[in-house]
C-alpha cells in the first residue's frame, strides 16, 4: 500500500452562523501536500486562510468534505485522540508567540516532549539542541520578555519544529517582525522544517515570505487558486 499525503483535504466547507447573517467562507478547498513540499497560502483579509489553518490542524470542524493528516480523518477522531495526532504530527507557529511568559526558552520548547511524556532530561537536550539550530544557543535560561521579538519568534518556531511534526502550520509567522527579523526567522524555519522532510504551509500577506515557498496559492470566495 502506497504511504498516505501527509495533508489531504477535499472539497472542504466552512460556514459561520454567528453573526447577522450567514457566511459561506470555505465553500470547495481541495490541498494535497507531501514530505518536503513547501506552500504559501494568500489572500485578502478576511477571505478565510486563518479558518482554512484552523481546519487543517483539526482544531475546527468543517462543516463539509473532509482532511487527513497522515492518512487519519480529523473527523473521525475523538477530541483526545485528536490533540494526540496533533501532537505527534502537527507544528502550529502563529503570528504572536503564545510562549508561556513565566517559563524559560528551554522549558517551552521542551513542552510538546514533556506533554508526550518524554523525560525532562532528554526533552531539554532535543530542546536545547533545536534552539541551537535557531542561533538561540546563548538565550535557553531567558525567559519570552527577556528577549527581542524576532528571538520570541524563533522560539514560537523551535518549539513547533522540535517534536518532528511531519506538518507545519504557520499562520502570518513573521507579520509581527521588521523584514531582517522576518528573514532570518523565515530561514530558520524553513531550514530546520526541509532538513526534517516536513510539509509547511505558510499563510502570508507578505510577497517576499510567499516567493520563498515552492508553491503559491490564493484564496478566493472560498477557494484555492493559482497565485
Ligand atoms: N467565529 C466566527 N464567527 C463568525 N464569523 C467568523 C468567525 N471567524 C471568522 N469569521 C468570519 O469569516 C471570515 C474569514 O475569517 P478569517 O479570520 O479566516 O480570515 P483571514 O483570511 O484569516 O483574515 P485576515 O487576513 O484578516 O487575518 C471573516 O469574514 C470573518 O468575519
Known amino acids: 500500500m502506497s504511504t498516505p499525503p501527509i495533508l489531504l483535504a477535499e472539497h472542504l466547507r466552512k460556514r459561520y452562523t454567528e453573526g447577522p447573517q450567514a457566511v459561506d467562507v470555505l465553500k470547495d478547498v481541495n490541498l494535497r501536500l507531501d514530505g518536503g513540499q513547501t506552500l504559501a497560502i494568500i489572500g485578502a483579509s478576511g477571505s ?27 473527523a473521525q477522531m475523538s477530541p483526545k485522540a485528536q490533540g494526540a495526532w496533533r501532537n505527534q504530527h502537527v507544528g502550529f507557529v ?7 511568559m513565566e517559563f524559560s526558552a528551554l522549558d517551552n520548547v521542551a513542552m510538546p516532549l514533556r506533554i508526550r511524556r518524554t523525560t525532562a532530561e532528554a526533552a531539554h537536550a532535543v530542546a536545547a539542541q533545536m534552539l541551537q ?7 535557553l535560561q ?3 520578555g527577556e528577549l527581542s521579538g524576532g528571538e520570541r519568534q524563533r522560539v514560537a518556531i523551535a518549539r513547533a519544529l ?8 504557520a499562520d502570518e509567522p513573521t507579520g509581527n517582525l521588521d523584514s531582517e527579523a522576518s528573514a532570518v526567522a523565515l530561514d530558520m524555519l524553513l531550514d530546520v ?13 507578505d510577497a ?6 515552492q508553491r503559491q496559492l490564493r484564496l ?6 493559482d497565485a
Request: hydrophobic share 45%; net charge positive.
Open 193 to 205: 522544517a526541509l532538513a526534517q522532510g516536513d510539509a509547511v504551509i505558510i499563510v502570508t500577506h
Open 48 to 74: 478565510g486562510k486563518s479558518t482554512l489553518m484552523h481546519l487543517l490542524g483539526g482544531l475546527d470542524r468543517a462543516d463539509g468534505g473532509r482532511v487527513q493528516v497522515c492518512g487519519s480523518d480529523w
Open 142 to 144: 531567558h525567559r519570552p
Open 94 to 100: 502563529y503570528q504572536f508567540h503564545h510562549l508561556l
Open 208 to 213: 517576499t515570505v510567499a516567493a520563498r515557498c
Open 162 to 169: 522540535v517534536t518532528q511534526p511531519q506538518l507545519v502550520l
Open 133 to 139: 539550530s535557531m542561533g538561540l544557543g546563548a538565550r
Open 220 to 225: 478566493v470566495n472560498g477557494a484555492l487558486q
